[in-house]
């Protein structure tokens, strides 16, 4: 409602993609109150990003980002309690298991659904980091370090690859179809052997992951702000 309330007495728009820039059309909106500029946060983003960068989490200075493929892992959707978060931990278990060369590390949500079957699953695993929640800054560095991204986030399928990292989405559906059109994220869905054979994959095949690690991020360059800015200069 507020969305819908704010876009309705607003006078110029900056939109983050061209699909929504054809949404607000079909809204009404007339195009030259319209401009495609990318998504702020992906300015705000490449803000935090140090090559320096020294965790909080005194674990995460302790890997090998260089030598080890390190999946990061986010997972906390309400629609994901039970079988389903259940499956993607019994998945990444097995991938961790498999790949000698993977490691996990996985803020664990401090919701007692998420947290007491991360650690049931996944506690006693070799190789699996299970952490406290991070703040924004150290949670974009160490995205920024790790191999690829799976998650059931939204704001993470347009950060991840604007950092180059492929992400897997662990959900049926997502209001992102930017991404999955552009190739910088793949729907892995929910179940088991899905999630297996797409991390392994990704882990696997360098042309894969080349593909994905290498298209274009729909959601901007880092550059929205100022265009924002020159837009509203040019009013």
Do not use: W
């Amino acid at each position: 409602m507020n969305r819908r309330l704010t876009g309705t007495i607003a006078s110029y728009h900056y939109a983050p993609t061209k699909g929504n820039k054809k949404n607000l059309l079909q809204s009404g909106i007339k195009e030259e109150q319209i401009v495609v500029t990318g998504n702020t946060v992906i300015d705000a983003l490449h803000m935090v990003i140090e090559d320096d960068y020294h965790f909080p989490v005194p674990l995460l200075n302790q890997l090998d980002f260089y030598n080890r493929k390190i999946i990061l892992l986010t997972a906390h959707r309400r629609e994901n309690l039970g079988a389903p978060m259940q499956n993607i931990f019994h998945a990444l278990r097995r991938v961790v298991e498999d790949h000698p060369e993977a490691e996990l590390v996985f803020p664990v949500h401090l919701n007692p659904a998420v947290k007491d079957v991360a650690y049931e699953i996944l506690g006693k695993t070799s190789r699996v980091h299970l952490i406290p929640p991070l703040d924004y800054a150290p949670f974009a560095n160490l995205m920024e370090r790790s191999y690829m991204v799976l998650t059931d986030s939204g704001g993470i399928q347009e950060e991840a690859p604007a950092l180059g990292k492929p992400v897997l989405v662990l959900r049926t559906e997502t209001e992102r179809p930017e991404a999955v059109e552009a190739g910088t994220v793949k729907m892995a869905g929910v179940e088991q052997e899905r999630i297996y054979e797409l991390t392994s994959q990704l882990l696997l095949d360098q042309d894969e992951y080349n593909k994905m690690a290498r298209a274009v991020n729909p959601y901007g360059d880092g550059l929205a702000a100022g265009r924002i800015v020159d837009a509203l200069c040019r009013c």
